[in-house]
């Protein structure tokens, strides 16, 4: 089992920054991939950025250049930091764990961008 958990949701203006970070504590070494997803009222979860083992990462091309995923092992934690946020970033965003058997969600963040 995996266990995630999100913060750092929140109200922004637009142009402005948020960084999400997601603790993943349980059986870490099952996890082959970790993810940002996001859904927005009304619309299907979309993948936002993705980071494998290998440190590989890949992004929605709506947030490209604009967003960063990373990760610190030392601390089992997950970040998304989004920039130059626009309104159309507003949504709940969920962290996603890819482990060998299974795959694991979080409970999700908030984040709504004011325009």
């Known amino acids: 089992q995996v266990q995630l958990v999100e913060s750092g949701g929140g109200l922004v203006q637009a142009g402005g920054s948020l960084r999400l970070s997601c603790a993943v504590s349980?059986?870490?070494?099952?996890?082959?991939?970790m993810g940002w997803y996001r859904q927005a009222p009304g619309k299907q979860r979309e993948l936002v950025a993705r980071?494998?083992?290998?440190?590989?990462?890949n992004y929605a091309d709506s947030v490209k250049g604009r967003f960063t995923i990373s990760r610190d092992n030392g601390k089992n934690t997950v970040y998304l930091q989004m920039n130059s946020l626009k309104p159309e970033d507003t949504a709940v965003y969920y962290c996603?764990?890819?482990?060998?058997?299974?795959?694991?969600w979080g409970q999700g963040t908030q984040v709504t961008v004011s325009s």
């Open positions: 349980g059986n870490i070494f099952s996890i082959n991939a």
């Open positions: 996603n764990a890819e482990a060998t058997m299974d795959e694991y």
């Open positions: 980071i494998i083992g290998g440190g590989s990462t």
